[in-house]
């Protein structure tokens, strides 16, 4: 049996939702730390590269009833090349320890006992980043208290933050105006959505703006529709497929069908029961709510957030006709804070039961601290024959 800690992102329950749908054999050890077993573990470097939210995997050496520099120790000389040895100590949860004095105890010690070492402390907090992992090739020795319980564990694959770093801002086109969902975020809806197994499987966006989530769906391998109703939009987005294909040999310009069609009537252009996902973070209102400058009173909000749920309903109503039964929708809902009111596209939750559908996971947030409009995704589930 072997164990592997997950530690998760700035969005730990969008990412706990993924590991659920990728490897279901999975449960939550803390907020931000997740746990699975396995007589057949998947390989760490490949899942990591398959994963959104997700920063560190790590593999679980032992569980202990409290902290100590020995058994410290004991993990990192095992570890140790020619005698030599950089280490950090990455803590979840309050050990009760204090990391500095840890690290540098454990240095002294491990000199003494004829070791040539090195510590590299977190810029902040109490663990250390995937960047400075990679970068400083550190040995990174993680402590999780679960309850009265320590679990040791070394990591073993960190986020590949170039390749993240890449896509976003790589790419030949980017509008912050038509959608800022980071491709993390996109690559975590898009394996909420199509699980395990991609191949075989068809995804749509119907809101595609510069192609972010058809970039990380066509990198699962399946294949995508991407549509929105300005061509001038479409092109842009097939332009940054056709950039993603020069960069990933997995990706195909073939993979990609491309439509321009208001939302609400994708289903004149694509065949009956065909899709098996919806993933999309559709358009959400007047830009520069909650800005600098912004004279948005209560009512003009409201008036905004009816205007929304109008258009959602619609889309549900026209996505259900193309939905295999059981399809997913996992969906992006703005709620728009602004000073001190919330004001939120409820009645398309309440609506979706009737439209043939069943809410099977959310609201799951994401948005930046003190933003205007914050995001909720849902996870919908097209019933067919109850309509």
Request: with cysteine; net charge neutral.
């Amino acid at each position: 049996m072997t164990s592997y800690l997950f530690i998760l992102g700035r969005t730990p329950a969008l990412a706990f939702l993924e590991l659920q749908s990728l490897i279901p054999p999975v449960r939550r050890m803390t907020d931000g730390v997740a746990l699975m077993e396995s007589n057949d573990p998947p390989d760490p470097d490949t899942l990591m590269s398959t994963l959104g939210g997700t920063v560190k995997i790590a593999v679980v050496l032992e569980t202990s009833s409290d902290v100590s520099k020995e058994t410290c120790m004991r993990h990192l000389k095992q570890e140790a090349k020619n005698n030599t040895i950089t280490f950090g100590l990455s803590q979840y949860g309050d050990s009760g320890q204090d990391a500095h004095s840890m690290v540098v105890d454990i240095k002294d010690e491990l000199e003494k006992s004829g070791f040539h070492a090195r510590y590299v402390e977190p810029h902040e907090g109490t663990e250390l980043s995937s960047v400075v992992i990679a970068k400083k090739d550190v040995t990174d020795l993680v402590i999780v208290k679960e309850n009265e319980t320590f679990t040791y564990a070394k990591t073993v694959a960190v986020q590949p933050f170039e390749q993240w770093n890449l896509r976003d801002r790589g790419r030949p086109y980017a509008d912050p105006k038509i959608g800022m969902l980071p491709p993390k975020v996109a690559r975590m809806i898009v394996n909420i959505a199509l699980g395990g197994k991609a191949a075989g499987k068809t995804l749509l966006d119907p809101f595609c703006g510069m192609g972010t989530i058809l970039a990380e769906a066509t990198l699962r391998g399946c294949m995508c529709y991407g549509s929105d109703q300005s061509d001038d939009i479409v092109q842009k987005a097939k332009a940054n497929i056709a950039w993603l294909a020069t960069r990933y040999r997995q990706v195909s310009l073939g993979s990609v069908g491309w439509i321009t069609s208001d939302a609400t009537h994708i289903s004149e252009h694509v065949e009956e029961g065909s899709i098996d996902a919806v993933v999309t973070e559709p358009f959400m209102g007047t830009t520069g709510i909650g800005g600098k400058g912004a004279d948005l009173s209560k009512e003009k909000l409201k008036n905004i957030v009816r205007g929304l749920e109008k258009l959602y309903i619609g889309c549900l109503k026209d996505w259900h006709k193309i939905l295999k039964p059981g399809g997913l929708i996992v969906m992006a809902l703005p709620e728009f804070r602004v000073d001190a009111a919330s004001y939120f596209v409820k009645r398309v939750i309440d609506t979706c039961e009737n439209l043939g559908y069943t809410t099977i996971h959310g609201p799951l947030e994401y948005g930046r601290p003190n933003a205007a409009v914050i995001r909720k995704f849902f996870v919908l589930k097209a019933n067919h024959g109850t309509r």
